[in-house]
């Protein structure tokens, strides 16, 4: 009995899901296609962008009197406590939202690193180039040593005990992600987090959360971690806005603001109410999958876990029937002429992203051909800054990386791996 597809949700729910996002079956120009690229920017929900466009049209200044602006306001904090305590889950600590989370990365690696009293900077060479070289750049300039733990070529993840070796009493920072964004693969952010603090207590953690967000749920004070970030454009909302949660001692760090704001206020300039308002309409959309599986009267925090949970337990069903297929159509792992990189065996342990190398065509060929096909997928190259290191640590020539969503039903499964075989065969 294959236990991964017990909990996938219905035709029923998915055609409810599938109507709730723009471009579920079709691109901008209305041909068809299945989009496997919901890592580098997922569909979006309908709601979201209506209420982006909406609010965004208006003049009116949130920080201002006018009865329209004091509406913008509520509109701002209902969004900052969206953010805070329901996908963070966070009693304590601040929120900094800003442009982009590439942004925040190299902003507080800086930051960090000036104010840290160690002697090590610990990272792994999984991370976005945003952490890795802000990583390496800020260590660089203290002087501080940059220790980088390696990959388990099995899991396509980074082993806690890889990292825990390189963590000593004079790490000042620890930047690890919460999910590799070529992978999947989920690391032990919370055995992570608790390790590393009995060895120095006095640690930061940075986790990148960029890539865990959309299928996986973030708990940064249960982690135990520093800093949280994740960018809702990946999260089917809008580009333009990247967000972190930061624990009370480091909201603390001296950092750029108007000497009249609070201590602990990392908000600069007029607020962005549109992206605050797209952040409830995220909170919405999942809080109400959670809604089908809980009685109404639970928190908004735990209807948005439960439906974080439905996201994930559908999406491992779609990871299972990629690898495995079905009874009549092989899945990857038994498709001549490809193979699956980095792929572990526990799907719990991974997100609903996956690396696969063709025999016979480069990954830029092989995505080139998948377009011609109706499928977008994206590829992982050796010539590119953003996934060399990571490519290379898998001994790899460069991979198609694929990236479905829990929009995706098991027809869109079946119609991608007919078109992998024909690939395959190429
Ligand atoms: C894991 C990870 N971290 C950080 C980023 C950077 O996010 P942003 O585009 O908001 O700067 C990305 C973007 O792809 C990512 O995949």
Redesign the pocket.
């Known amino acids: 009995m294959n236990t991964y597809r017990d909990r996938m949700f219905t035709g029923k729910e998915l055609e409810e899901i599938r109507s709730k996002f723009y471009y579920a079956d079709r691109d901008a120009y209305g041909r068809e296609r299945l989009f496997f690229d919901n890592?580098g920017g997922s569909l979006r929900l309908k709601k979201a962008e209506e209420v982006f466009h909406r609010i965004d049209s208006m003049p009116d200044a949130s920080e201002h009197s006018n009865s329209l602006a004091l509406e913008l306001s509520e509109i701002e904090e209902r969004g900052r406590e969206d953010i805070k305590k329901v996908i963070f889950g966070a009693e304590g600590g601040t929120i900094y939202p800003t442009y982009?989370?590439?942004l925040i990365?190299m902003e507080m690696i800086r930051l960090i690193t000036e104010n840290a009293s160690g002697t090590n900077v610990v990272t792994t060479l999984l991370e976005?180039p945003?952490?890795y070289d802000a990583a390496a750049y800020n260590s660089r300039k203290h002087g501080m040593e940059l220790r980088v733990a390696g990959v388990n070529k099995e899991t396509g993840g980074v082993d806690a005990d890889a990292i825990l070796d390189l963590v000593d009493k004079d790490t000042s920072l620890l930047a690890c992600?919460a999910a590799s964004?070529i992978s999947g693969s989920i690391y032990e952010t919370e055995k992570i987090c608790r390790e590393a603090r009995k060895i120095n207590p006095d640690i930061v953690i940075y986790v990148?959360a960029?890539?865990h967000a959309p299928h996986g749920l973030l708990d940064p004070e249960k982690w135990g971690a520093d800093v949280v970030s994740f960018?809702p454009y990946k999260f089917f909302g809008a580009r333009g806005f990247?967000i972190a949660y930061l624990s009370e001692r480091v909201s603390r760090l001296p950092h750029h603001r108007l000497l009249g704001k609070a201590e602990d206020d990392w908000e600069i300039g007029s607020p962005a109410t549109a992206h605050f308002a797209v952040i409830t309409q995220i909170v919405n959309y999942v809080a109400d999958l959670g809604r089908k599986a809980l009685p109404l009267e639970e928190s908004r925090r735990k209807l948005f876990e439960a439906g974080m949970k439905r996201i994930a337990d559908h999406e491992r069903g779609l990871l299972d029937m990629m690898l495995e297929g079905f009874p009549d159509l092989p899945g990857l792992r038994r498709i001549p002429g490809l193979t699956v990189r980095m792929d572990g065996k526990d799907l719990t342990g991974r997100d609903l992203i996956l690396g696969i190398e063709f025999d016979r065509l480069d990954c830029r060929d092989a995505v080139a051909e998948y377009e011609k096909r109706g499928v977008i997928a994206f590829e992982r190259a050796l010539s590119s800054i953003y996934s060399k290191r990571m490519v290379e640590a898998f001994d790899s020539r460069g991979m198609v990386r694929l990236s479905p969503l829990h929009v995706n039903t098991p027809e869109d499964i079946r119609a991608f791996l007919k078109v992998t075989k024909e690939l395959a065969r190429l």
Request: glycine share 6%; net charge negative; hydrophobic share 45%.
């Open positions: 890592a982009t989370a590439s990365a976005h945003s952490v992600m964004n990148d960029v890539q960018a990247g």
